[in-house]
């Protein structure tokens, strides 16, 4: 099929695709009129129920927990299947110039490291009172490793994330998240059942088993982003010769 | 009173479609992937919003504020996190791509056989 064919074909499904959706969403409540029953119920019962002020960490490791179990194993497959078609045990490294020659560049690099690594704890770590959790804060972790790459080198990088250590964290994480959900079975309750003391409303021990799913949810990602990290910047030190293989 | 937000996750959700058909390189058509995803992002948090509600998280604001839906706030919060490692196998599928058949234009991708 052509190009020009394939546009106008395009084009004029597009069009009724685009008619209908329009359509569809017409029918939707008024922006800002919102008439679902959950959230209104979530909001009012929640931090009543889980002692967690972050309605939306309750939801994601707690009431819709196994959903989010879904969504961490899909980030596992995908992560394992980067590692699968990227890795090459055979290639061989080809060495990498130092770029950053500045001390100044360095310090400071290493500087807002640091202190992007504090932030993604925080982050992690109060996921289920303020703003923030697992998901979030493990991007924040895995961002404070690229600094490193960026404002040192590859070298510096590599020895601070080595692979298997990455690899094992991260299956730690997607492993911890179902641990958890069998120690709810074992108690007796549904799989992935809140348990454990809900503690004190807006203080760190709170919410019962919710900052352990946080946390592994938190290994899972910062890990997952390291990796898929690694693996594409694996790609800059191969030697050209060792891709057709 | 407006549908305007819906009509733009459509929007945004026709222009990714548009990018991924008359794209002629792999990693073009995982950014137009994702912009056509992000449609997604555009229409759960819409529905969720209440007007002049404040964020589901009650540590500042009393217990009872006006706060938009949590539940596809949490749909959202995932949905980004896993498209992003979903577009980085997709770009090493176009990696392999061009290992192995020297091209990333999709056309002639799908020219090659074997």
Redesign the interface.
Known sequence: MS?GV??GL?LVS?AG??AL??WA??D???????R?P???V???V???ERHT????A???FD??GV??MG?EF??FA??M??AL??RNPHRERRQVPVRIQSDAVRLAGIGFAAGLLVLGLYVVAHGY???G?G??G??VLASAFVLVYLAGDYHAYRSMSPTPAIDVLGATGAGGYTVVGIVSLLLGSAFLHNFGPLGTT?KLASGGSIPFLNVASALE?SA??VL?FS??LD?LVVRPKA??E | ???????L???I??VG??GV??SRNLVHLVVCLSVAQSSTYV?LL??????R?T?????DVP??TR?????????T??????S???A??L???A??AQ?HADTTDP?ELSEMHG
Do not use: C
């Open positions: 190009r394939r546009s395009f597009a695709l685009t959706l329009l969403v017409a939707l409540p008024d922006f800002g009129h919102y679902g959950y959230g209104k979530l909001n009012s929640a931090v009543g002020t972050n309605v939306v309750a939801v994601v009431y819709r959903d989010t969504e899909i980030l995908s992560v299947g980067v078609l990227l009172l303020t703003p959790g998901f979030q493990g991007v807006g990602v997952a982003f898929l693996e594409f790609e891709r057709s | 009173m407006s549908y305007l937000p819906y009509a996750a459509v929007w959700f026709a479609l548009y058909v008359r229409l819409s529905i969720g919003y209440v007007n509600g964020a589901p998280i009650f540590a217990k009872g706060a938009v839906d949590p539940v596809v706030q949490a749909l919060l995932t949905d980004v996190v896993v992003v490692t979903v980085a196998l770009l090493a599928l990696i392999q290992r056309d």
